[in-house]
């Protein structure tokens, strides 16, 4: 599992080192000029760095604690020590003490959250499972089970490094705070007002179905997060299969192993090879429990990818929703320049209660129809500022949010590459152990 760890760490301390040196625009695509403003002091932007190439950071443990909930009934929680260090002063050989500081899971998500509604462009990372899914049957799905704590705070840190080797994402000062402020973190969070301007799902969900020019490559976009996620699914099910399988075979070996040395007990000229051989298959089958641990490492990074491909969506739907707004926003302008006209001319061109009104009780007097000429008119230039905006918005967002897709496919293409490798040459070991230890059986009992 160390090696597992070690193995992230340097996946994402080479994404910083390699990072790109170009910075999007940060902020919200919904706030305004003055929101923005205040977002941007909210940020340390520092062109072409990164936090991780500032300050080392690691999730070092966890503990289990109880306290009280929020309804005052007695609660078992997992809290994870966090440290972090300057890279100048472990660079010049100082080795201070890292400062470090407490964070329950629920404070991960709220940070997450925070992410999320801030830079709707970006692929955010996903936190780890809360709980256990995709299991074998031994394993198991309690998540206050040792184990399967551990695998969470290996996936935490890979979280913090993730964001921090992010080129928008790391120099947010939420984020810097929530490293190395513990005590009124939440406060600072919530002060930013982040939840008031999260999208609700029916939103998203009416901006799905309404928007009549989708952007192509969003679409595509989409579609292939569907099918990464099924794909995934699916994999996960099967590797959760072949583990069940594994764990069998080794116990099979295991059960050769005591039948072995119970024979080895009853023949004088035979029993030391016997249980030799019964030796041999005792240790293959115990080394089954590490092999299936170093299994579950390889099933939480495809477990990191299905979990990415819902930020991937999401921020496929924030385009949706952008560009729906665009489009309300130009439609309801065409409707104003139709109104001033039919105003203008006098004359209804299509069926309307207004049109039946004037027949019924007469026309409007001039100078009531010039007052409401005037009123569109106003309406009108507020229109067209509005169209002018969202569509500034909407081209801001699709540059920003493509930036970061591009980037997001080049980590995963080399992510679950490494991966998928890795697993395979696991694979390759196990079987030729498997074959090692039949051939040790054999010398034993070609020796008898």
Not at 365 to 385: F, M, N, S, V, Y
Request: aromatic share 10%; proline share 2%; hydrophobic share 35%.
């Amino acid at each position: 599992m160390k090696c597992a760890c070690a193995t992230n760490y340097n996946t994402v301390r080479m994404m910083a080192d390699t990072g790109s040196e170009e910075i999007a625009v940060i902020g919200n695509t919904d706030l305004t000029p003055s929101e923005l403003e205040n977002n941007i002091k909210n940020t340390m932007v520092e062109k072409g760095t990164t936090l991780l190439k500032r300050m080392e950071i690691s999730v070092a443990e966890a503990e289990k604690r109880t306290g009280k909930n929020a309804v005052s009934m007695q609660e078992t929680y997992t809290v994870y020590l966090i440290e972090t260090r300057a890279v100048d002063a472990a660079s010049e050989g100082a080795n201070p003490a890292p400062d470090s500081l407490w964070r329950r899971y629920s404070e991960f998500e709220l940070l997450r959250n925070y992410l999320l509604v801030t830079y709707p462009f970006v692929v955010v990372p996903p936190l780890p499972e809360k709980r256990a899914e995709f299991v074998w049957h031994k394993l198991s799905a309690d998540n206050m089970d040792p184990d399967f704590v551990e695998r969470r705070r290996v996936g935490l840190e890979n979280f913090l490094l993730r964001v921090a080797s992010h080129p928008v994402l790391s120099n947010d000062n939420i984020f810097y705070s929530f490293l190395t402020q513990e005590q009124s973190w939440k406060e600072v969070v919530f002060e930013t007002g982040f939840q008031a301007k999260a999208d609700s799902r029916l939103k998203a969900l009416n901006a799905t179905f309404r928007v009549k020019n989708p952007d192509k490559r969003f679409a595509e976009m989409k579609h292939y997060g569907d099918e990464l996620q099924s794909v995934i699914s699916q994999l996960l099910r099967v590797r959760a299969r072949v583990a069940d399988r594994l764990y069998g075979v080794y116990k099979v070996h295991g059960n050769y192993g005591r039948v072995f040395s119970e024979w080895s007990a009853i023949e004088k000229e035979m029993g030391d090879g016997l249980q030799s051989a019964g030796h041999h298959m005792d240790a293959y089958a115990a080394s089954v429990d590490d092999i299936l641990e170093e299994e579950e490492h390889y099933a939480d990074q495809l477990k990191e990818y299905l979990f990415y491909t819902e930020a991937l969506r999401a921020v496929c739907r924030k385009h949706e929703l952008c560009q729906f707004e665009l489009e309300m926003a130009a439609q309801d302008l065409t409707s104003k320049k139709q109104q001033r006209e039919e105003l203008a001319t006098g004359t209804v061109r299509t069926f309307s209660l207004k049109g039946m009104t004037s027949k019924l009780f007469g026309q409007e007097t001039p100078e009531q129809r010039e007052a409401k000429l005037k009123t569109l008119e106003t309406q009108i230039e507020d229109g067209e500022e509005m169209v002018k905006e969202k569509n500034a918005e909407c081209e801001e967002f699709v540059k920003n949010a493509w930036v970061d897709i591009e980037r997001f496919k080049e980590q995963k293409d080399r992510d679950l590459k490494e991966a998928l490798i890795s697993y395979a040459i696991m694979q390759i070991s196990m079987c030729k152990k498997g074959i090692q230890v039949w051939s040790n059986a054999k010398e034993c009992f070609s020796k008898m």
